[in-house]
């Protein structure tokens, strides 16, 4: 198993750009979810799929889209994007559909800036 | 308030010694307990998870104290290998994982 796995790794957008950051999992989990992580600021929760053709908004969803059109993909849009949104973004799974008492399974990470 | 707290540090301890990190959270209704470790530049992978009655793996140790609200790790024997964030995890009975900031942690020689 490939685990979760995210691209791109790193990431150069300027000012009003848009893009979409890949997230897939190939453990048939039922969760997914994308965080970002900003130093000092620790993980905050932007958007989570409970399944396929499910999704709903976290912490910091304004800017973010995403969908989940099969089990496994969960990509996360970026609309028009912003110098606020330089972060480094995690995608994480687990196997139930409500992650509470579930281990989180993190992608690598990517690394976006925003010029 | 932040609903997950932790000292950010950073710990700077000597090898084979014994460091201890707190943790608190502000939600009495929050029900699974994580400490998640992570590497610079790296993703979060779980270190272990904080069961009521504490739980121990090998030299990490882990407690919860539910009436004050805290969770504890302690790592015994500290490795060079050790070092790393400490990130405390906190969830409800819903779909949001609380993440605290993480508590920095450097073992020398």
């Known amino acids: 198993n490939a685990g979760v796995t995210q691209t791109p790794k790193f990431q150069v957008l300027k000012t009003g750009q848009s893009m979409t950051l890949q997230c897939a999992q190939d453990?048939?989990?039922?969760?997914m979810s994308w965080y970002r992580q900003d130093p000092g600021m620790g993980l905050r929760l932007i958007h989570y799929s409970v399944g396929a053709g499910i999704t709903d908004q976290g912490e910091v969803p304004n800017g973010y889209n995403v969908s989940r059109s099969t089990t496994e993909d969960f990509p996360l849009r970026l609309l028009s994007a912003a110098p606020s949104q330089t972060s480094v973004y995690f995608c994480a799974s687990s196997y139930s559909n409500v992650p509470a008492g579930e281990t989180q399974y993190f992608g690598p990470g990517t690394r976006l800036l925003v010029l | 308030r932040k609903e997950v707290e932790q000292d950010p540090g950073p710990f700077n301890v000597p090898e084979g010694a014994t460091v201890a990190f707190n943790c608190t959270y502000s939600n009495s209704a929050s029900q699974s307990f994580f400490w998640y470790r992570q590497d610079c530049r790296k993703e979060p992978k779980l270190l272990m998870s904080?069961?009521?009655s504490g739980n121990e793996d090998g030299r990490f140790t882990a407690q919860l104290n539910r009436a004050s609200q805290y969770i504890s790790l302690l790592i015994r024997d500290s490795k060079l290998s050790d070092s790393a964030t400490y990130l405390c995890?906190?969830?409800?009975?819903?779909?949001?994982?609380?993440f605290g900031k993480g508590t920095s942690l450097l073992v020398t020689p």
């Open positions: 995890v906190v969830s409800n009975s819903g779909y949001a994982l609380n």
């Open positions: 453990m048939n989990h039922e969760y």
């Open positions: 904080v069961y009521s």
